[in-house]
């Protein structure tokens, strides 16, 4: 079993931050990547970041304002989110794709925080 835990979220102005957590515990033998999801008011999840062991992903609307950073010992990541606007509201997901034997791999999701960027 591989849970994901995220922290971080809540409401914000305009033009200010906020920071994300998600920390991967159980049984995992191997983290292959890392990352961010969001969902706003509809059934489509975009891609906010993701870190893999070498390299790290953004979505388009967020580059330049978001920051990922993995702690690869604690099997940590941090999402800071910075110059945020209305558009960034939405559902945050935690993913992981993690290995937990040498030859077996699933992806797996946090429970979700919100995010709302509102005046």
């Known amino acids: 079993q591989v849970q994901l835990v995220e922290s971080g979220g809540g409401l914000v102005q305009p033009g200010g931050s906020l920071t994300l957590s998600c920390a991967a515990s159980?049984?995992?033998?191997?983290?292959?990547?890392m990352g961010w999801y969001r969902q706003a008011p509809g059934p489509q999840r975009e891609l906010v970041a993701a870190v893999t062991d070498g390299s790290t992903d953004y979505g388009d609307s967020v580059k330049g304002r978001f920051t990922i950073s993995r702690d690869t010992a604690k099997n940590t990541i941090t999402l800071q989110m910075n110059s945020l606007k209305a558009e960034d509201t939405g559902v945050y997901y935690c993913?992981?794709?993690?290995?937990?034997?040498?030859?077996?791999?699933?992806?797996?999701w946090g429970q979700g925080t919100q995010v709302t960027v509102s005046a």
């Open positions: 159980g049984s995992i033998f191997h983290i292959v990547a």
């Open positions: 993913h992981g794709r993690i290995y937990t034997s040498f030859n077996q791999y699933n992806d797996h």
